[in-house]
């Protein structure tokens, strides 16, 4: 890298070129390379005329948004090379359809030719590097790029590659070892995760999330509300939020990892709370127990290094859980925003409404959809195209919700949040008849308190809990490292390291105070999490086959600053309750369609689902497409969809609440199908992580 660093270090380079062609890059840069004292100007000439010459015979643009163009000339005395970086891509042939915004001058006399080969190779080695390029697209200026090459030379080192990647999941023997170690990993970078959220990316994702994280939180309170009788709703579901949420990002072994109410939990809350109708039995109390006895033995299984366990988990089971809850949003914001349709039908609603409801909805999701994809167009300049990308989501909603204002006649449903901010539940349904219907009760009687009288039931009751409380902790430490493993997965090129003992440490921490006070359980979001982090990624785009592109992450901002502020948001929500009933529903719906399909992206079971509608001509060339026959790709694929199914079967079964199990099962499951399968095939199909071939096309 010598001849690069040279470069650097002399100032021969140029940050965003505005050329929107190959020759006005050609001619602005052999102005600046003789403007810069880097050639002569009497070369100048013959230099643009070879470049544009060698170009003719046959692109120099090598792949992953590189060029590098050369002309050797004996007028030349010395050997140089000259970076220049477009402001905006240029169309050069390069064999992975990229357009070119890296460019690297080669120049010098013909008796050094000889070295070009090496030299290329260089650059094509750095510029393979995903992380290095995003360096190279963030330099400001010179020591930008230095530090870019020092990094880099640090990652290719003989110490960094004969280490072996730490995936936390590497069993310790030691009581507290994985804890222990997650927490040595996490200190070591805990005030770049502070420094790395000082971004404009950061707010994007924080104004995107508050809105997708608060609406999910209120529904989830709703609906809480409806399970318990009244005993927990959407004021304890936004306090366990914020507070939650913002301790998570706060100590957190993973802060990408948002917490939030799920689906399975809010289907054991409310069997719990008929089991305590069926004996008679206080339900917070019992609630509080059965939530201490979690606590315990999460805290137990975060200690005994438990979540090793997910070295059993392969990305078979990473695809269909992740695809099952993408489902499960796309479903519920289809049949919410259908309802509208349907309630008009019915005359329950104004037609007007129902019309305007569905503008709203859909106009949220397109909108968020097409400004998310603005990066790749022409238009504006590149930082706007980043900016609305980036703002997206915020933008739509924002926009659609100005659009309902022009329409005050119509009446929208509005967002359905509590009063004032005090408990659900009122102190008599405290008392040891709890459990009976609360629709008798007094609305002028006296609120809980925020502490649970834990000590009010039978002793028996204390030590029966924890029977309940191994089902729930089974859940719970599925789905928590489940969605930690997805958002750890390879794909996403994290470099900070994973702390699955850690946050299962601190999930068993937030289950103990969250059920003393009566509030909802919390456990890491798949959704939502999967969106925090691509509302941090830098993407490139990608070409397949067909003239298709697809966008892969290069590099994520790895940072507790957004979800602590995402929280923040949601705990000052509840003093603007009043303001947010001025939200209509109807674009929150849109939202979250648009969270269930945007985390569909890179999700390789969708994408083999999607080749039996596809023409087999077009099937893009993959890493499994092209060693894996047809048939064994589509036979793999179908025992992942028969899996997925009996998940949403035994969802909607009444006996949902052994669902986890199901999904455990999904481990012996994949074991199993390695007999019908040969290891080389799995070996592709269930890939950790894209194989490194598929990205060097210069190779």
């Known amino acids: 890298m010598k001849r690069v660093r040279e470069a650097f270090e002399n100032g021969a380079f140029l940050l965003d070129l505005d050329a929107d062609n190959l020759d006005e890059v050609f001619r602005q840069s052999i102005v600046a390379m003789v403007g810069g004292g880097f050639l002569s100007p009497g070369n100048g000439a013959a230099i643009e005329q070879e470049l544009h010459r060698r170009e003719a015979v046959a692109s120099t643009a090598i792949g992953n948004a590189v060029a590098i163009p050369h002309a050797y000339l004996d007028g030349v005395e010395e050997p140089s090379i000259f970076f220049v970086r477009l402001r905006r891509g240029v169309d050069m042939g390069a064999p992975d359809l990229r357009p070119t915004r890296y460019v690297f001058i080669l120049v010098g006399p013909k008796d050094v030719a000889s070295e070009h080969l090496d030299t290329l190779t260089q650059i094509a080695r750095c ?52 804890f222990l170690a997650d927490l040595r990993r996490r200190l070591a970078c805990y005030w770049s ?28 309170g709703g609906l809480m509300e409806s399970a318990t009788g009244g005993r927990i709703g959407a004021t304890e579901m936004l306090l366990a939020t914020a507070v939650g949420g913002f301790l998570f990002s706060l100590f957190g072994g993973q802060p990408l990892l948002i917490l939030g109410g799920t689906g399975p939990h809010l289907v054991f809350t409310k069997v719990l709370y008929e089991l305590c109708v069926q004996f008679g039995l206080p339900f917070l109390p019992t609630y509080a127990w059965v939530g201490c006895w979690s606590a315990l033995f999460l805290i137990i299984l975060s200690l005994t290094d438990a979540s090793c366990l997910l070295k059993f988990f392969t990305r078979f089971t990473d695809e269909i859980f992740a695809l099952l809850i993408s489902v499960i949003f796309i479903q519920e914001s289809l049949k919410s925003i259908l309802r509208f349709l349907h309630d008009a039908h019915a005359e329950q609603i104004e037609h007007d409404t129902a019309f305007l409801a569905l503008l709203l909805s859909l106009g949220t999701f397109a909108g968020a959809m097409m400004l998310s994809r603005f990066r790749k167009t022409r238009y504006l300049s590149r930082g706007m195209r980043e900016f609305l990308a980036d703002f997206g989501p915020t933008i739509a909603l924002g926009s659609m919700m100005a659009f309902g204002l022009l329409f005050p006649q119509v009446a929208m449903e509005q967002l359905r949040v509590p009063d004032r901010l005090e408990p659900t539940a009122s102190s008599e349904m405290t008392s040891g008849n709890e459990a009976e219907p609360s629709g008798t009760e007094s609305t002028a009687s006296e ?53 699955y003992h850690l946050d299962l440490f ?16 919390l456990v890491a979001a798949t959704v939502r999490s ?46 603007l309750l009043p303001l947010l009933k001025m939200v209509p529903i109807a674009v929150l719906y849109g ?32 890493h ?29 079964s009444s006996i949902k609440v052994l669902f986890p199990l199901l999904i455990a099962l999904l481990v012996p499951i994949r074991l199993l199908i390695g007999n019908w399968f040969q290891e080389r095939d799995l070996a592709a199909l269930d890939a950790a992580a894209e194989p490194e071939s598929e990205e060097t096309h210069w190779v």
């Not at 059920?515 to 909802?520: E, W």
């Not at 369609?593 to 945007?598: H, R, S, T």
Request: proline share 4%; net charge neutral.
């Open 591 to 622: 939202l979250f369609l648009y969270m269930g399909v945007v985390s569909l992206g890179g999700n390789q079971f969708f994408e083999r689902l999607i080749l039996w509608v596809t023409d087999p001509t077009l099937y893009p060339k993959t």
């Open 127 to 178: 510029m393979s590097d995903r992380e290095f390029r995003y360096d190279m697209r963030q330099a400001m200026r010179q020591s930008d790029l230095i530090d870019a090459l020092d990094a880099f030379e640090e990652r290719i080192s003989p110490e960094s590659r004969t280490r072996p990647v730490d995936d936390g999941l590497e069993y310790s023997g030691q009581f507290a070892g994985g």
């Open 624 to 652: 499994y497409t092209r060693t894996v026959r047809m048939w064994t790709i589509h036979r793999y694929t179908a025992i992942q969809v028969v899996c997925l199914a009996s998940l949403m079967l035994m969802s909607w």
């Open 447 to 499: 609120k809980r308190p925020w502490l649970v009288s834990m000590f009010s039931l039978p002793v028996w009751v204390w030590f029966a809990s924890a029977i309940p409380a191994l089902l729930v902790t089974m859940l719970t430490f599925l789905e928590q490292n489940i969605t930690a493993r997805i958002v750890n997965s390879p794909d996403n090129h994290l470099k900070k390291g994973p702390g």
């Open 193 to 220: 995760d502070f420094r790395d959220g000082l971004q404009a990316k950061s707010l994007g994702s924080v104004l995107f999330l508050y809105f997708a994280c608060l609406a999910p939180t209120i529904t989830f």
């Open 506 to 521: 601190g999930i068993g921490i937030l289950r103990f105070l969250c059920s003393i006070c009566g509030l909802p359980w």
């Open 530 to 575: 999967l969106n925090h982090v691509r509302s941090l990624a830098t993407v490139e785009e990608k070409s397949v086959a067909g003239g298709e592109t697809r966008e892969e992450i290069i590099h994520v901002n790895e940072t507790r600053v957004t979800g602590m502020a995402i929280s923040l948001l949601i705990g000052l929500s509840l003093f």
